[in-house]
């Protein structure tokens, strides 16, 4: 789409508690984004990140202490602000500012007295990462304010991005203190729809039936949900990553986005030709290897490979149905080839199993440390799941973070995926879902749910059933759990009667959907984004300037 050039950005800032601090899915969009910002807006793109490393550097931050020394100098001390510069280390290389927030505790109060003055803001009832988040985000405010006055940027037009409710307090310090600048906030999930969702209330049958403030003093999340809302209000630009999340943006923070922005992904580390083969040969290996030695005995060759990942939220990301959907897959007299499933979820563990290789069988492969009360280990044996060799159904629990480092596996998240032959994400609350994002990348046939943003967007791309085209969307709502279960059995059941050749096409979908899903061609959506910021502020700019505190 054409930019018109007036409201072309010169200058950019991202700021998110994920720069180069690899947390959840938000890490994957920055960095993945970088390299197609960095492209465009070459060393004008600057992440700002916390600085929240002490006894080790941060694996992804390579400093460089030529960038920016005088400006440095100049913020910490006229504002006290440490910030090292350096390089993020993705493709792109985008430049880097890890800013320290601790020193602003001491004035804590003074800044949530300021932000409910200006803004409304509610941070009486304030708990847990609220406070680090918003120091963090105030630093942020201030290390943006800093640049700006200090390479007189007045006259260039400057954007700063703000990433979730935890940089709130960053675009509310902007819009009070440098209104020139032009201001984003992207809410990737809404904190009251994550929680409503979490704690096994129906979010959408009644969503319009919702008052956001109500349901964030019933859910105990007035603070977070009341600097989300004045963010969201108060920017020159809101987006979110979905159709989904449009539309709790527009009940629970009053607002409608003005661009939703869906998350795309970088594919070029993905091993291609023979690299492909070799490496999914080397993956199923070490996936059915581990998978012996977990049930203590030797599995099949030829067994279908399935798997979910993602974090553990048991409801949300579909865990409790994948596993329901497995139950049903056993009982099927008609299954012929052994099913193996792997649970990657990272848990509660104190580490590997050392035992990993007993006579008895097991479902985990690290040492849960509480396993009585560890909800997948309940489901398994409340469904009767034993990993006995007459079982057509096994079921792998891998709990560890997948770095390469776990004891285990020690191959990262990847190098594991590419084994699998499909993947399962039936998705309760998803905003975007990198996880069947990744999967079909990786030219892995992908099952999701219609409540994952990726599911529908997929939707839209193509009308062929089933997994013809790499994916399947299978409906789901408050109350269709166990029908989605059932039909995800029936599709894992389908997929393991067709041929080789069929599967080499399904594949072959799967990445020819991936295709259109990556920067090349979202990054768009960033830049619309971008445009209508800078061209609402030019409007708010030529009216008298006032605060909203609603």
């Not at 941070?123 to 963090?136: C, K, P, R």
């Not at 203590?296 to 939220?313: M, N, P, V």
């Amino acid at each position: 789409m054409e930019i018109d050039s007036r409201y072309a950005p010169g200058y950019i800032f991202e700021t998110s508690w994920e720069v180069c601090n690899k947390v959840g899915g938000i890490y994957t969009v920055l960095s993945t984004r970088a390299r197609s910002l960095q492209k465009r807006y070459k060393d004008r793109i600057f992440f700002i990140g916390p600085d929240i490393w002490k006894e080790q550097e941060s694996p992804w931050f390579r400093e460089d202490q030529s960038l920016y020394p005088s400006w440095r100098d100049y913020a910490f001390q006229s504002q006290h602000l440490e910030v090292r510069a350096g390089r993020w280390d993705v493709p792109g290389q985008p430049i880097v500012f890890l800013v320290k927030f601790e020193q602003f505790q001491e004035s804590q109060n003074e800044i949530y007295a300021k932000m409910w003055t200006d803004y409304g803001v509610d941070s009486i009832l304030a708990y847990g990462d609220y406070f680090e988040s918003t120091l963090f985000a105030y630093a942020t405010g201030l290390l943006i304010e800093s640049f700006h006055r200090f390479h007189h940027l007045e006259s260039d037009n400057v954007v700063a991005h703000f990433n979730e409710w935890m940089l709130g307090a960053g675009a509310l310090y902007i819009k009070k203190h440098v209104p020139k600048i032009a201001t984003l906030f992207t809410t990737h999930a809404t904190s009251i729809g994550r929680s409503i969702a979490g704690n096994n209330l129906p979010l959408y049958d009644h969503l319009k039936e919702y008052n956001g403030d109500q349901m964030a003093r019933q859910l105990n999340m007035v603070a977070k949900h009341s600097i989300e809302k004045a963010a969201a209000k108060n920017v020159d630009c809101l987006t979110t990553v979905s159709e989904i999340t449009a539309r709790e943006c527009a009940q629970f923070l009053g607002r409608q986005p003005e661009v939703v922005t869906p998350n795309g992904f970088e594919k070029d580390f993905i091993p291609k030709g023979n690299a492909h083969i070799q490496a999914r040969k080397r993956a199923r290996k070490v996936l059915l290897a581990v998978a012996e030695k977990t049930v203590g005995y030797t599995l099949h060759r030829d067994a279908l490979l399935i798997g979910i990942s993602g974090r553990y939220e048991y409801k949300n990301k579909g865990i409790d149905v994948f596993i329901e959907a497995m139950h049903h897959l056993r009982t099927m007299p008609e299954l012929t080839k052994d099913v193996i499933a792997f649970i990657m979820v990272p848990g509660w563990i104190s580490g590997p199993r050392e035992d990993l290789q007993t006579p008895h069988s097991s479902f985990v492969t690290h040492e849960l440390v509480d396993p009585q009360h560890d909800l997948i280990m309940n489901q398994l044996h409340h469904l009767g799941f034993t990993n006995s060799k007459e079982s057509s159904v096994k079921i792998i629990f891998v709990p560890s973070y997948l770095n390469g480092n776990d004891g285990v596996f020690n191959l990262d998240y990847y190098d594991l995926l590419i084994g699998l032959d499909v993947s399962v994400f039936p998705s309760y609350y998803e905003p975007w879902g990198y996880t069947p994002h990744e999967s079909v990348a990786f030219s892995i046939p992908t099952i999701t749910t219609s409540l994952s943003g990726f599911g529908v967007w997929a939707e839209k791309q193509s009308n062929r059933k089933g997994l013809d085209d790499g994916i399947e969307v299978i409906h789901r709502n408050d109350h269709n759990q166990a029908e989605v279960a059932e039909e995800i059995a029936s599709i894992i059941h389908d997929f393991s009667l067709k041929s080789v050749e069929q599967i080499k096409m399904l594949k072959q979908a799967a990445v020819r959907l991936s295709d259109q899903a990556d920067w090349s061609h979202f990054i768009a959506f960033y830049q619309e984004a971008y445009g209508k910021a800078l061209h609402n502020s030019f409007i708010r700019l030529s009216k008298p300037h006032k605060l909203k505190a609603d």
